[in-house]
């Protein structure tokens, strides 16, 4: 099988003058290792050169966008597990000098039953002149731990727009690193939202002769959710109750029955005006979301709204 393989958002193969205009590779590293083993190799040594976080896990993904390369669509990928045990996923990525592309990582987990601990690290290469734009989404509820490291290495005059989000109701403990080269560019906007369940995050970027605007974080916790907060930016919080708690150096409010109020005399429902609320908190960060994903991470933020005010 041709290393140019790609694969659509139905995760049909496509093969052909189709790959070889797209240059995308986007499979499994299982399927990996047996159709384009060249690929990921020259790839792991990407990771292993700059990230330095890769290990041999045969579950995850690997996404390669080849030199110069500029995918019409967003490149998707669902790193969903159906494990409820202890788990460890990989996923890397790397965009070659030149190339344009646009990246979800989305993962809806299960509601596990039983205890479990998943571990995962992401790799991100962008190579000289690449442009990025990745989202990261994690829905995981049940009784499980789940600890996750993404690492962002940014070459001479790369760019990338990251956005991470995170919901559901199991604890987690999550580190995002960039490493910026000279001339490149990044900016970061996350969501946390924390029910029942601790978050612990940390942002570390380093860089010198790079931009990067100051990250953009929206916490919110309800139902005695912890998030534990260590980095800068521009961080704010929102407590939906007396039990939650925020740890961050920013400013963190109470929610406003009176707007909720406000909103529902003017014959606003219960659920618009609470999508209302979530939309004005969590803008900054909705914004940079491909829309069906925004749409979906607004009405979870809107009903825990509803549910805590109204």
């Not at 790193?79 to 890397?92: D, F, K, L, N």
Request: net charge negative; hydrophobic share 40%; with cysteine.
């Amino acid at each position: 099988m041709a290393t140019s393989t790609i694969f659509d958002r139905n995760t049909r193969m496509i093969e052909g003058d189709l790959a070889a205009q797209y240059g995308v590779v986007r499979c499994r590293l299982d399927e990996a290792r047996v159709r384009c083993p060249a690929v990921l190799a020259e790839a792991l040594e990407q990771v292993a050169a700059y990230c330095n976080e890769w290990q041999p896990i045969d579950h995850g993904w690997l996404v390669d966008v080849a030199a110069g390369a500029a995918p019409p669509q967003a490149i998707e990928i669902n790193s969903r597990s159906e494990r409820a045990s202890t788990s460890q996923q990989h996923t890397v990525i790397v965009v070659h000098a030149g190339a344009r592309a646009s990246i979800v990582d989305g993962c809806s987990a299960p509601a596990y039953s039983g205890w479990g601990e998943r571990t995962e690290a992401i790799d991100v290469v962008v190579l000289a002149g690449a442009e990025l734009d990745y989202t990261l989404l994690r829905n995981v509820c049940g009784p499980t731990s789940e600890s996750r490291t993404a690492s962002v290495w940014l070459a001479e005059g790369a760019a990338i727009r990251q956005t991470f989000c995170t919901l559901g109701s199991a604890s987690e403990e999550a580190r995002l690193r960039m490493t910026l080269g000279s001339g490149s560019s990044a900016t970061l906007q996350t969501l946390v939202f924390a029910s029942v369940r601790t978050v612990e995050l940390t942002v570390d970027v380093a860089g010198e002769g790079s931009s990067i605007a100051p990250p953009v974080i929206r916490l919110i916790a309800k139902q005695g959710g912890r998030i534990r907060y260590s980095g800068n930016g521009e961080t704010r919080g929102l407590l939906l109750d007396d039990e939650s708690r925020i740890e961050a150096p920013g400013a963190v409010g109470a929610s406003d029955a009176t707007q909720l109020t406000y909103l529902r005399s003017r014959g606003i429902g219960a659920a618009d005006a609470g999508g209302m609320l979530a939309a004005g908190f969590a803008r900054p960060v909705l914004a940079s979301l491909p829309p069906p994903h925004a749409v979906e991470v607004e009405r979870v933020v809107a009903l825990a709204l509803q549910e805590s005010i109204g």
